[in-house]
Nanobody, 120 residues
Framework: QVQLVESGGGLVQPGGSLRLSCAAS????????MNWYRQAPGKQRELVAS???????NYADSVKGRFTISRDNAKNMMYLQMNGLKPEDTAVYCC??????????????WGQGTQVTVSS
């Protein structure tokens, strides 16, 4: 079927940077919107950033000016460049995509998540 796999998480000091990647694979015909979500312990899941198939982007107010979302449609990849990281950015980051399979089915897919910890 279809899989989304994140990578690039880790431990970073405040003010540091990380680049998350999300690789989509499987029976993919077309990928529509893609998003990065995060969930911190004891908090609700939060939409961090979105990118359309055409490259239009949108960000949560809490990350505007620090995070940049992008995608490579030819490689079925999505990225999140995170600069100026703060302790409150600590969370599990998950990628999400609305994907049409080669069988014509359109549905939402989620990755398993990657941990980002910002701490000194």
């Amino acid at each position: 079927q279809v899989q989304l796999v994140e990578s690039g998480g880790g431990l970073v000091q405040p003010g540091g940077s990380l680049r998350l990647s999300c690789a989509a694979s499987g029976s993919i015909f077309r990928i529509y919107g893609m998003n990065w979500y995060r969930q911190a312990p004891g908090k609700q899941r939060e939409l961090v950033a979105s990118v359309t198939s055409g490259g239009s982007t949108n960000y949560a107010d809490s990350v505007k000016g620090r995070f940049t979302i992008s995608r490579d449609n030819a490689k079925n990849m999505m990225y999140l460049q995170m600069n100026g990281l703060k302790p409150e950015d600590t969370a599990v980051y998950c990628c999400h995509g609305t994907i049409q399979t080669t069988q014509g089915v359109i549905q939402d897919y989620w990755g398993q998540g990657t941990q980002v910890t910002v701490s000194s």
